[in-house]
């Protein structure tokens, strides 16, 4: 004779089991859920950290905005800049000339980073072609002529900086709520120049995600080599 209270207990035991599966498949899921979801958040942060990335045929244009709406100061941060000085000179004339600051911040040429450069993009059969150096050399005679065109006005400086860099920066009105970023983040190839790497904006929207790119100019600032620009 079959017992039915056995009969009874395996069944719930079976619909237990189905349950507890049930709850189980139900949580793992619900956590696989919040993963992919905090997966996408992070994402998100990121990008944004990483800024708004621009098309190379509208940097120059984008660059130019950026430094005639500049209000009271522009910093630049890089190996020697040429492509800034030589697209928007009057702009930066224009700036010091209203009472506006302009402090450039470049690579010394006598450094070992710089010597480790010119190896990565020029080097080739053993030789190097001397283009950064005498891109260096220009840059300097551009900062002169900013410095000799603004008769005065404004202030213009040029030190140099030792860093093994990995990007350049033109920072527009640190410290003020006309804040804004372009990081030209160089490219890991070899025989490659710098300027043709990504290039992106933090708008001033994001101060906290610019903060840190002004403390290490700042940091950097405070000790690198001054140059006479008279």
Known sequence: MVDLNWIGLAAGIGFGLMGLAAYLKTNIEGRQREREKQKLIEELIETIKKGQLIK???VVPIQKKM?????RKIWIFSINSLGLFHEHLEDFISLTKRGGSLKILLLDP???SFKEREEKEEKINGKISGRLR???MASVAYCRDIYNFSKGDGVVELRLHKENLKEALLIIDADTDNLNLHINT???EEHTRGYVGKHRIIPKENPDLIKPFIQNFERLWDCAKKVDLQ
Request: charge should be negative; glycine fraction near 0%; proline fraction near 6%.
């Open 56 to 58: 190379f045929e509208e």
């Open 67 to 71: 430094i005639q709406n500049a209000k």
């Open 110 to 112: 006598e450094s070992k």
């Open 134 to 136: 005498a891109e260096y």
């Open 186 to 188: 160089y490219p890991a």
